[in-house]
Structure formats: C-alpha cells, structure tokens
C-alpha cells in the first residue's frame, strides 16, 4: 500500500532536516530558500514493539515492519498559489500525498535565517494555509464553471458535484480548509475527484531548537510560555476552549539532534543524546501519528522465515486485508485464523492457543483489528 505524507512548510523551517531525521537519507538541507526543488521520498519503518516481541517468539529469521512514505517537498512562500517561489510546481507535489505534514519553526536562531525575518508560529502557518487553500479556490471555481453546461442539462452526477463545490466555495473564501465541509456519501467520490489539497488530514510537526532540554528553552524570546505568539499558537492548536472544530494534532519533534547524531553508532549516539538532553526527538511520534493520519492499521504474520507487519486501512475485511500480502487473497479467500498479538505471546505457542479456543475462524465479513495475527486459508 502506497501512501504519503508531505513535508510542508516555509523556507528554513526544518523540513529537510526532519526529512533526513526520519529517512537517514541525505538530502540538501544547506540554509537558504528553495535549496529542495525536486521532492525527495524516503520509506520509514513504523515504530511497534510488538512487532519484535513476536519475532522472539517464533524465533524468525527475518523481521518486516510496517511502512510509512514521507515526501520531502520544496517550502511555499508567500504567493505561493500565484506561482512565487516556484509555487505551483511545489504544490502540485503537494497535491499528490495522501496527508500533509506541516513543520513549524518554535526556535530563534540567529544563523538560520527565516524567510519573514522574524519567528512567529502562527502566523506562519496562516501563510502556508492560506496559499493552499487559495490553490484550491482556483481548482474548485474552475471545476465549477466546467459543471455549468452539465446542469443545465440535468445531468444528475454534475448536479451532485455542483452542489458539493457550493459548499465548498464559500468555505475556501472565508480562508477555511476543505476539511471542514461535510460531505454526504453521494458527494463523498466527487470530493475525492477534486484532489483538493486542504481536504487532506493535516498533522503540525513544532520543530523546537537541536538539544533543547524543554519547550521554554527552545523558544525563549520568541514563543516562550509567557510569549503571546506561544499563546496564540498553543489555543489554536489545542482549540481554545472552543468546541467548533476538532483541535488539529500536532507533535514536538527536535529535528536537528538526529540530522546531528546520524553518522554515529548506536553507543556514541546514546551517550551524544545523554549529553544534549534529547532522549526522545520525537521522530517514533510523529511516525506513529502519521500512519494514525492516513487511517492506517497493522496486522501481522508471524513463522520461524519471517514476522512482517502488513498495512492496511481501517474497515478492512479479512479478504481484504489479504491483499496486502498478495492480491489473489481476497477471491481465493477461504477463511483465516485469527489471534490477537498478546494474547498468542501469554500462552506461549499456537498449539496451546486452539487448545484454550483462543485462536479464532474468522470468514469474509470479519473486519481486522490493530494487532491481529493472522493466517490466511486460501
């Protein structure tokens, strides 16, 4: 399964440090605007415990974890969505992703130059979204004119679609994301046609200052507790009392301590972390939120050749979930056998699973939970 996550964010924010953070691939991150111009994609393994703990347990020979593609895409400025800055290449990059990834600067640094010559979280990230909701703006009125000759003529799909980007319209003048337009379950395809950029889930990634023991010390001067750009940026991300929309999520990553540490072995690389005070750079979390983002799962097989995870979307069917392995499972579908991940480790062994009726037949209709494993009857 193939699916995205987009770096976005300004100029000088972090985001191909994170990239490299994330991947362990290098690519440029030098301090100048638009050094990324082509997007670069990186596969990260998705951080799960369990995933070891069952390869101990059948003492496999290979260890396969679940995936998630992140796509390094240029920064956006200002105008971006009129083309400044190389803006509509940049975002029809976006437009291909699945979700987005936004990396907010919380740090004052006076070597790493920002694009608006001064740090405000906020107001960066009111930039960014409103040059992505305005790209939208253009892509939905030039749908809607396309439609007019349809309606006119009754054409049920056109008229269908019309009154979905009636909805939208209004919502993207007013500086709102698509997300926040609901739509029923016959405008649900034609909204996903639209490929709007705003439409997908969004996740804020507030990259703090490299080794930064606490937010505070990472953003003194600019965004501290007591700052009201950290105020302001704290109630909207956290909704502000308010119960119109759902808070986006967001994460604390420390980019720069990985980018820093990622030529060194694991023994250094601890001792170097000990030493910045950085025992967790928040990377495992965001990855974690990202496959969350994406309505992503996990289920496993698991033998003494191999333990994978395998992903898939949430809802899956059994036959459907098949697929990930190979795409002929799910009309040769038979049965499966089903266990969760724990519950297979307290007892110790398959055998004393069937014994204890723990271990499950499952048909076409049963729909796979997080954790399962699970071995397909094909």
């Known amino acids: 399964m193939s699916l995205s996550i987009g770096i976005v964010g300004l100029p000088n924010v972090g985001k191909s440090t994170l990239f490299n953070a994330l991947t362990r691939k290098s690519v440029p991150a030098e301090n100048y605007p638009f050094c990324t111009i082509d997007p670069s994609v990186g596969v990260v393994a998705v951080p799960d415990e369990r995933l070891q703990k069952l390869s101990d347990f059948s003492v496999s020979v ?151 023991k606490n937010l505070d010390e990472s953003v003194r001067g600019a965004a501290s507790e007591m700052d009201e750009r950290w105020v302001k940026l704290m109630n909207f991300l956290e909704g502000g009392g308010t119960s119109e929309e759902v808070p986006p999520p967001y994460v604390i990553v420390d980019a720069g301590v990985e980018q820093e540490l990622k030529d060194l072995d694991e023994v250094d690389k601890l001792e170097m972390r000990e030493g910045l005070g950085a025992h967790n750079d928040g990377t495992d979390e965001l990855i974690k939120r990202g496959y969350d983002l994406l309505g992503l799962i996990t289920y496993f097989t698991t033998g003494t050749d191999e333990t994978r995870a395998w992903t898939i979307k949430k809802g899956w069917t059994a036959p459907e979930a098949g697929t990930a392995i190979h795409t002929d ?30 271990l499950r037949t499952e048909g076409k209709e049963y729909v796979v939970k997080d954790g399962d494993v699970i071995e397909f009857r094909v």
């Open 62 to 212: 290979k260890t396969v974890p679940a995936a998630v593609e992140f796509t390094d895409i240029a920064g956006l400025v200002k105008g971006a969505s009129e083309g400044e800055g190389l803006g509509n290449k940049f975002l029809s990059h976006i437009r291909e992703t699945d979700a987005i990834a936004q990396v907010v600067r919380i740090f004052e640094d006076e070597n790493v130059i920002h694009v608006n010559a001064k740090i405000d979280p906020l107001k960066d990230i009111e930039v960014i979204n409103l040059e992505l909701v305005l790209a939208d703006l253009q892509t939905a009125t030039k749908r809607m004119h396309s439609l007019v000759k349809e309606v006119k003529a009754g054409k049920k799909e056109a008229i269908i679609e019309a009154g979905l980007l009636d909805k939208i319209i209004p919502a993207l003048e007013a500086g709102k994301l698509a997300s926040t337009v609901v739509a029923d379950e016959f405008e649900a395809p034609f909204l996903k046609q639209l490929c709007l950029i705003t439409s997908k889930p969004f996740l804020y990634v507030l990259n703090k200052k490299a080794g930064a």
């Open 329 to 358: 499972f799910k009309e040769k579908f038979v049965r499966a056998e089903v266990i969760e991940w724990d519950k297979l480790l307290s007892v110790g062994s398959y055998a004393a699973a069937r014994e204890k009726g723990l």
